[in-house]
């Protein structure tokens, strides 16, 4: 009766065994045609499935196109496609994958389907996608049932003919190697922001980046450089989010060499503290946090004369310096300037004050509890830079004190960085406001200031009218994206059309918020007052939350959230 029993269980075992080990896959034959599970949220159309056929198998790779599509070209559009994936798999075969593994370590091979070969599908994605990975796709169905049970990466129909398609192959091959070095060896899941990090080095890596014309990193620097202020770790997808951690890991690795990047992959750590466990091997002295610091002075300054640390070594990035926010100081006896901003979680924010005439005091506060990171750079009238750091007390406040300001200096920058978290990122992260008030104490202003003074006051009203009397019918005008506001806003952007779209919201709020009406593209000052009363007056939904008594004039997400619901559209936020 036992050894019955033994049998029956050894032959369920075996079944299951079966079940979820698959056995020796059959190569798969060209021209077959085969369904496959992709993501609805990359296709152009929200399809879950389509049906693609294989049209080249070379040595490594297995080329599948969306059959309609593929069915869809002309004979001679076929022969040139097929031409590039030879050349894209003896570049694959050739430089890709023995170099990238060399760095990194190999992918699962032969992997989940038994073949060493790995999957390319190309099928219709959004515009502004090059491609994806899936991890669903390392496990066996009974674990994962939308699993295509193979090794594979997933590419844009509109890329198939472009001649950067090696990038986007290399950038989706790390997350292969990512998934057996950090998953499948540790059992535990990479944050987003790292692991595309790791990817999108992989151009500078295999010199794809050293003619920087047209380069990966050329249009990294050049989204960075529109919109620095985009928190590196917060991951959305969005093409700032790309250029967020890729000037980031050029200076980190550019500093402490390309080990920060293998050393944390090869480890049962994540995010942050997978790079700390790779700088303390490789006995550094400084951590994250103070990387990041000096990261963001280099990202401004980009100057080695004042310090090792805070400039860019890459040839390709010698020049690069971000425009800061610009605070103008008015030119008058004693003013005072008072401003409340929200910002994330490893956030770069770069503050510039200019004007004033006399002695200079900046406060900073936050709330208590938070961790902020203020360095500071002061110019004197010489040019010459000098970095400081404000240290906060207990409660988040402290302040700078610059004597003679406007007389022997010429600006100070601060750059505050909220570092509160360290692990945890996915999706969407929470804001945390921040106050910095500037007072100046000096001299009344002589009658050429005071009139110098009242032409800088009349600047933005002559700029508001001027571009009124330029639009044919502001009011009935319909605007670019007026349909929901889909990022943050602030004061200080010009020429914005998402800017346009927020002041002809406000201006249909009423007298009450927006009196001026202006439809200009430009937020400045009047735009910034009709914010605030927008936020105040919708406090419970917008400043509550957050713990705001009074509007900052920055549009944030709980603003947007507000602005969307009213314009009736659904944001994705």
């Known amino acids: 009766m036992k ?100 760095v990194f370590g190999k992918e699962w091979s032969p992997g989940v389907d038994g073949d060493e070969k790995i999957t390319i ?28 049970e193979r090794e594979m990466v997933y590419l844009s129909l509109d890329q198939i003919d472009n001649p950067k398609l090696k990038v986007i192959l290399a950038h989706e091959f790390v997350h ?16 987003t922001w790292l692991n595309e990090a790791r990817a999108d080095y992989s151009s500078t890596i295999l010199g794809y980046d050293d003619n920087y014309s047209g380069s ?9 450089a529109s919109n620095p202020s985009d928190s590196l770790t917060e991951w959305k997808g969005a093409k700032y989010d790309y250029a967020s951690v890729s000037l980031f890991t050029h200076y980190l690795t550019d500093h402490y060499g390309i080990d920060t990047l ?40 980009n100057d080695c004369s004042l310090g090792e640390k805070y400039c860019y070594l890459s040839n390709n990035l010698k020049a ?55 360095p500071y750079i002061v110019e004197d009238i010489h040019g010459k830079q000098t970095i400081e750091f404000l240290q906060l007390d207990e409660t988040q406040k402290g302040e700078i004190k610059v004597q003679d300001f406007s007389t022997n200096y010429k600006s100070i920058i601060i750059i505050p960085s909220l ?64 349909s929901m506001l889909e990022r943050d806003l602030h004061y200080g952007l010009r020429s914005n059309s998402d800017v346009e779209c927020l002041q002809r919201f406000l201006k249909l709020q009423g007298q009450d918020i927006y009196p001026e009406g202006y439809i200009t593209g430009h937020f400045a000052s009047l735009t910034r007052q009709a914010v605030i009363r927008f936020q105040e007056k919708y406090a419970s939904d917008i400043l509550t939350p957050i713990g705001l008594f009074e509007g900052t004039g920055y549009v944030g997400k709980l603003t947007r959230q507000k602005i969307n619901l009213l314009m009736g559209a659904t944001s994705n936020i």
């Open 121 to 148: 599908l190309f099928h219709a994605m959004n515009s502004n996608e090059g491609g994806y990975f899936r991890t669903a796709d390392e496990y066996v169905k009974l674990q994962v049932p939308d699993s295509n």
């Open 320 to 374: 690069l310096k971000i425009t800061p926010f610009l605070n103008f100081i008015p030119i008058q006896g004693n003013v005072s300037l008072s401003v409340t901003d929200v910002t994330k979680n490893w956030t770069g924010n770069w503050l510039k004050f200019i004007g004033g005439n006399g002695n200079l005091r900046l406060s900073f506060s936050s709330l208590a509890g938070l961790d902020f990171k203020i």
């Open 216 to 224: 990966n990193l050329q249009s990294r620097v050049k989204d960075f």
């Open 262 to 301: 293998i050393d944390s992959l090869k480890s049962g750590y994540t995010g942050i503290e997978s790079l700390n466990y790779a700088l303390g091997k490789l006995g550094s002295k400084e951590d994250f946090s103070q990387i990041f610091i000096n990261w963001t002075i280099a990202s401004i300054a």
């Open 3 to 102: 050894s019955r029993i033994f049998k029956n269980l050894t032959f369920l075992f075996l079944a299951l065994l079966l079940f979820l080990v698959p056995l020796q896959s059959k190569a798969d034959q060209v021209w077959q045609a085969t369904s496959f599970n992709i993501d609805k949220n990359f296709d152009s159309t929200s399809r879950d499935q389509i049906t693609a056929k294989l049209v080249k198998s070379t040595n490594s790779l297995y080329f599948y196109v969306e059959s309609q599509w593929w069915d869809s070209q002309v004979q001679a559009k076929q022969n040139e496609i097929l031409s590039g994936f030879d050349a894209l798999s003896l570049e694959f075969s050739n430089k890709i994958y023995p170099i990238l593994t060399s």
């Open 419 to 482: 570092q509160s978290r360290i692990s945890g990122f996915d999706g969407t992260e929470s804001t945390y406001p921040f106050t910095y008030s500037v007072s100046m104490e000096g001299e009344q202003p002589t009658g050429d200031q005071a009139t110098i003074q009242q032409l800088l006051d009349q600047i933005e009203l002559l700029q508001a009218e001027i571009a009124r009397l330029k639009s044919k019918n502001p009011d009935t005008q319909s605007a670019t994206g007026c």
């Open 176 to 191: 292969l190697i990512t998934f057996n070095q950090k998953n499948k060896k540790f059992k535990v899941e990479e944050e």
